[in-house]
């Protein structure tokens, strides 16, 4: 079921010069609500589109084009006749993208809608699929289709359609060379469930010709993957894939697995915050239960495809704690944000007796899993100049602590990792584990080393951030727009 009493998105545009909002704003066509970051198209008639998309977790959406000189119009209220910006008064302006027509007086174009009850969440990124010289859009809808449309008419190149049915997907994709061809490749994460509750996180790379699985991995997990995966290259047409996965080693213990119908094994519903707190305070916290919450960053290439290297682990621990009714007891541990003041207000006027307090114990009775979010996308680039990649993590340990009330007790961790991969250590993966038939593929089992360059896709939007993926071939914005 939709949510619909949301106020609609906006697109603004601001001034570079002072920051302040120049004109009035332009809300999504749909008037829906949106979370999409923008993405700067450039045509090859010279024409640039901005590209956002509308809707949400529980509300339908669209991705939606509009030219750079349409926006300026409207938000200046103005006519392309009256423009100064020699730019922008090109007859380019005037030629139809593709087959898509225009929704209202703002010459908004929908590129592509949504099927069901969400949105677009993640910003389309560009990057050459058919290898034609023209930079495609690579569309990911939250309900885990992945779409490549022809940059040159927005004709669909291929779609995964419901290839991942049940999946969903707050991730962008990854574009790298995984099989032995010529044809870029993307990586993808989604998981299995609907928003707020999953049950396992799945890691794929689908081929560049036709959207087919090349690789993929799964784990038990009902921590869902909000961040996206990268890619480094190798040299020509080979890279290597960085992605996060969660209950890897979990998932290996267990005899029982999932198969085509999403079969999975029993485990503790860590969705449900009432179910991870019992009288004996140890139900969550056993060792199986930290497997199945335990974090991995992996790196894959197509000569490690069975043994991925692991760049880093974290692991979860047991937070155990007691729950005192003395209020005038002091906890240095409690949170005193704001928002956490406001909800343990209104927590105590609902309440007549006395509110209980959490208290930090080695040996306490009431026992909490405290372990990584994923949340931020890592980024890559070689920070000490010294010829080797680095890499910056972002990642939380929460737990869920119960009071009389819930709040999440959190530590923020920042994390270089030098990316030296002479001794990585190998990881094996789940049975399930689908690979490519390469005949370049002469050790899957990655015993060979794998040698990283100074190019690839290094952050949430790319090496540039700008959302495309750029060999040293493609020109990005900024060339466009230079003198």
């Not at 139809?96 to 908004?108: F, P, Q």
């Not at 389309?124 to 809808?141: H, K, P, Q, R």
Request: glycine share 8%.
């Amino acid at each position: 079921m939709q949510e619909l009493d949301r106020e609609a998105g906006r697109i603004l545009l601001l001034s570079g010069k002072t920051g302040l909002s120049l004109g009035r704003y332009l809300n999504m066509s749909d008037e829906h609500e949106t979370y999409s970051a923008i993405t700067l198209y450039t045509h090859q008639n010279g024409a640039i589109y901005i590209l956002f998309g509308s809707g949400g977790e529980t509300v339908q959406g669209s991705l939606f084009g509009i030219s750079l000189r349409d926006l300026y119009c409207y938000v200046m209220e103005t006519t392309p006749e009256m423009l100064d910006l020699q730019i922008l008064k090109s007859d380019v302006y005037n030629l139809k993208w593709g087959e898509s027509s225009s929704l209202d007086d703002t010459n908004m174009i929908e590129i592509m809608r949504s099927e069901g009850t969400s949105g677009v969440m993640v910003p389309t990124i560009l990057a050459d699929i058919n290898n034609d010289g023209v930079n495609d859009l690579i569309v990911s809808l939250f309900n885990g289709m992945y779409t490549v449309l022809n940059g040159n008419d927005l004709s669909v190149i291929w779609t995964t359609g419901q290839m991942f049915e049940g999946y969903q997907s707050y991730s962008i994709p990854a574009p790298g060379y995984f099989n032995d061809d010529v044809y870029l490749d993307i990586m993808v994460c989604l998981s299995l469930g609907a928003w707020p509750v999953y049950h396992q996180n799945t890691v794929a790379i689908l081929d560049g010709r036709d959207g087919s699985t090349l690789w993929s991995t799964t784990a038990l997990s009902q921590r869902r993957m909000m961040n996206s995966p990268l890619s480094v290259s190798q040299g020509s047409h080979k890279s290597a894939f960085i992605f996060w996965l969660i209950g890897r080693r979990f998932t290996l213990q267990q005899s029982c697995f999932l198969d085509d119908s999403h079969a999975k094994c029993p485990m503790h519903h860590h969705g449900d915050h009432k179910k991870r707190h019992t009288d004996s305070g140890s139900e969550n916290c056993n060792n199986e239960t930290l497997l199945l919450d335990e974090a991995e960053l992996l790196m894959v290439d197509r000569d490690s495809m069975r043994a991925p290297s692991i760049l880093t682990r974290v692991q979860a621990d047991t937070y155990r704690y007691e729950l005192t009714n003395n209020e005038n007891e002091p906890n240095q541990n409690i949170s005193t944000t704001t928002s956490d003041k406001l909800l343990r207000e209104e927590n105590t006027k609902q309440n007549t007796h006395h509110r209980k307090r959490e208290v930090e114990k080695e040996d306490g009775s009431e026992c909490t899993v405290l372990a990584a979010t994923i949340i931020a996308t890592g980024a890559v680039s070689d920070i000490d100049f010294d010829g080797n990649l680095d890499m910056i993590n972002l990642y939380s340990r929460d737990a869920v602590v119960l009071d009389d009330m819930y709040y999440v007790r959190s530590s923020l961790t920042i994390q270089r990792l030098k990316l030296h991969t002479q001794n990585l250590f190998r990881v094996p993966l789940n049975k399930n584990t689908t690979f490519i038939k390469s005949e370049s593929c002469h050790n899957c089992n990655g015993n060979s080393e794998i040698k990283l360059f100074n190019s690839g896709w290094f952050g949430y939007m790319g090496l540039d951030g700008d959302g495309i993926y750029n060999d040293g071939q493609n020109k990005s914005i900024k060339d466009v727009l230079s003198p």
